[in-house]
């Protein structure tokens, strides 16, 4: 199980840090799993915001938050996290975190049909 928090209302030019905490069976295969944060507007398809492989290497991130986001992830906790500066209005969605449980990951997917657990979403709103 994974479970999103940190999300909430924001100005443009604020930060925001959203964490994913791993519970239960997620436990298990939480430092062999790449984790990513994807995000959905509303009307929108859901799409790849930042990914980072069980090692804590490997990050990837969407060119639409390259230099604004950072994700990062801390293993004897069970949490990834994502630290979002500089919020633009555009990045309004609700985040989801995912987990790549695959065994030998060797880069991070962006592709949403690749990631098999999921948390249920926070909401962040950046007003302008």
């Known amino acids: 199980q994974l479970a999103e928090s940190g999300g909430g209302l924001a100005q443009a030019g604020d930060s925001l840090r959203l964490s994913c905490v791993a519970s239960?069976?997620?436990?298990?295969?939480?430092?062999?799993?790449?984790m990513a944060w994807f995000r959905q507007a509303p009307g929108m398809e859901r799409e790849f915001v930042a990914g980072i492989l069980g090692s804590g290497g490997g990050e990837v991130y969407a060119d639409s938050v390259r230099g604004r986001f950072t994700i990062s992830r801390d293993n004897a906790r069970n949490i990834v996290a994502l630290q979002m500066n500089n919020l633009k209005p555009e990045d309004t969605a609700v985040y989801y975190c995912?987990?790549?449980?695959?065994?030998?990951?060797?880069?991070?997917?962006?592709?949403?049909?690749?990631?098999?657990?999921w948390g249920q979403g926070t909401q962040v709103t950046v007003s302008s």
């Open positions: 239960g069976s997620a436990v298990y295969k939480f430092s062999r799993s790449a």
């Open positions: 995912a987990a790549d449980t695959n065994i030998g990951i060797k880069d991070v997917s962006t592709a949403a049909v690749i990631y098999d657990d």
